[in-house]
């Protein structure tokens, strides 16, 4: 395993399409098991393949809705596609691509998606909460869409530790 480098906001890769994944070979493998190494060391919630430079349909999300004395996990979801959508939610947002900014995003509440495991096997799940959250952001990634162009707005310092973004989004 090694570190990948993550690409930051005005890198042109960011902007690309991804392309499905269609060989679960030893080399997704690596880009995975590199990927997963990548998003801890940077204290993540989500990593997508193109913000390691790669255009492959490739998505890591943390899970951290887990039981009491439980500990978060990483979700591997290759060739993604999000099939329901339920609820809402408003919330500041940030990207391992955009550190240090975070803006006021609308997600759903809850999101299930579709998609393959590193071996090609079909699988569907929900999550709720940071989970939908980090569900869109990382699937937008691989259209292209970035969290800055879907904000209401940018929030300030300020915003973030008051917490008075909160006025805006009820
Ligand atoms: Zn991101």
């Known amino acids: 395993m090694a570190l990948r480098t993550i690409v930051t906001e005005g890198d042109s890769v960011l902007h690309k399409h991804c392309r499905p994944v269609t060989s679960f070979d030893g080399r997704l493998h690596e880009l995975i098991d590199d990927m997963r190494e990548t998003l801890l060391e940077a204290d993540g919630v989500g990593l997508a393949a193109p913000q390691v430079g790669v255009l492959r349909r490739v ?24 099939t329901a959508c339920e609820g809402g939610q408003t919330g500041p947002e940030g990207c391992l691509s955009v550190p240090g900014r975070f803006g006021l995003v609308t997600r759903p509440m809850t999101v299930t998606v579709r998609a393959q495991d590193r071996d090609g096997k079909a699988f569907e799940l929900s999550g709720t909460g940071i989970t939908a959250r980090a569900f869109c952001h990382e699937v937008d990634h691989l259209d292209g869409i970035m969290f800055t162009e879907l904000a209401s707005r940018m929030l300030t310092d300020e915003e973030l530790e008051t917490g008075s973004w909160q006025e805006d989004a009820e």
Do not use: D, K
């Open 59 to 82: 998505v890591l999300v943390l899970e951290t809705n887990v039981p009491e004395g439980g500990e978060p996990y990483i979700i591997e979801l290759v060739n993604p596609e999000i």
